[in-house]
């Protein structure tokens, strides 16, 4: 079966950057040459169609960096992104110039960037404010995510809105309460109602659970687990937590210093994990 993402030699130097920063010659993140932090060194990874995909590693792995580069909120330094999808995969004409052969992602327009972005993807961020504008309504939010994916009927916006509301288990008469008023649980709920809005192919998931109470943050989970079996979602999950690791995805990449140490079915990294530093994060969560 062939990946329906597939990401090659991505690297990430932030600062001024020497020739030396793309090797591995580097201590910490640092290169030892021109001093720039190497947040991501030669990250090779494949996602399939309806996986969940974790990234695990702790604060400073360079794991929410890569996030980001794939979310288009930043560029790599260099490196591929590769795209396998079928026709029925998207729902709009724009977007065709995906099926052109050996596409890089990382090579599109800006604008041809926002149309993948606002038809392909969703994220939810660990911070609500970086997700949600807090002094908008929660169905306000939805509808902006609807409008960048042109859809204007006011009626089906709210429709959308409400339905979206109902599943991720906040009451629709809620739809005109702003976010700011809600608790951090139904926060995060509304961020994944904007998320899905417009039936992404990727859901991206950054810490989704950091903050919130056991009982808060058990409910958000299997809200996401069950989201992602019901509507075939393919995921990345980033997160230091191995429980949320476990409990989300199927196969993991962990992460240390911009680079991936250990690669796996995620029961087998968490149950028998190979490198040395994968060995102290299952041991410090036991």
């Known amino acids: ?54 990234i695990v590693g702790e604060s400073g ?85 609807l409008i960048m994916a042109e859809i204007k009927s006011v009626e089906k916006i709210r429709r959308r809105a409400k339905e979206l509301l109902q599943r991720t288990e906040i009451s629709p008469d809620r739809i005109d309460e702003l976010p700011k008023n809600f608790s951090g649980g139904m926060q995060q709920r509304v961020q994944i109602a904007k998320a899905l809005s417009i039936k992404p192919l990727f859901l991206f998931l950054d810490e989704p659970t950091t903050g919130l109470d056991l009982s808060v943050q058990a409910r958000v989970l299997d809200l996401i687990k069950n989201l992602q079996k019901e509507m075939d979602l393919t995921m990345i999950v980033v997160s230091h937590d191995l429980g949320i690791i476990k409990h989300l995805t199927t196969r993991s990449i962990v992460m240390k210093d911009g680079e991936i140490v250990e690669s796996g079915l995620t029961d087998q990294i968490l149950e028998d994990p190979q490198h040395e530093f994968t060995q102290i994060l299952v041991n410090s969560s036991l």
């Open 61 to 145: 792995s360079g794991k929410t960096t890569l996030l980001k580069i794939l979310n288009f909120d930043i560029s790599p330094t260099i490196g591929e992104l590769k795209l396998s999808i079928e026709q029925e995969d998207i729902n709009d004409n724009r977007l065709n110039f995906l099926f052109q052969k050996e596409l890089n992602l990382f090579s599109l327009s800006n604008y041809e960037k926002r149309l993948v972005r606002n038809f392909l993807m969703g994220i939810v961020y660990q911070n609500p404010f970086l997700g949600l504008k807090m002094n908008v309504s929660a169905g306000g939010n939805i509808g902006e995510r």
């Open 1 to 54: 079966m062939k990946p329906i993402l597939e990401a090659k030699n991505i690297w990430k130097v932030f600062g001024t950057g020497c020739k030396n920063c793309l090797t591995t010659n580097s201590i910490n993140n640092i290169c030892q040459n021109c001093g720039s932090v190497i947040a991501c060194k030669n990250i090779s990874f494949e996602v399939y169609k309806g996986e969940a995909l974790g």
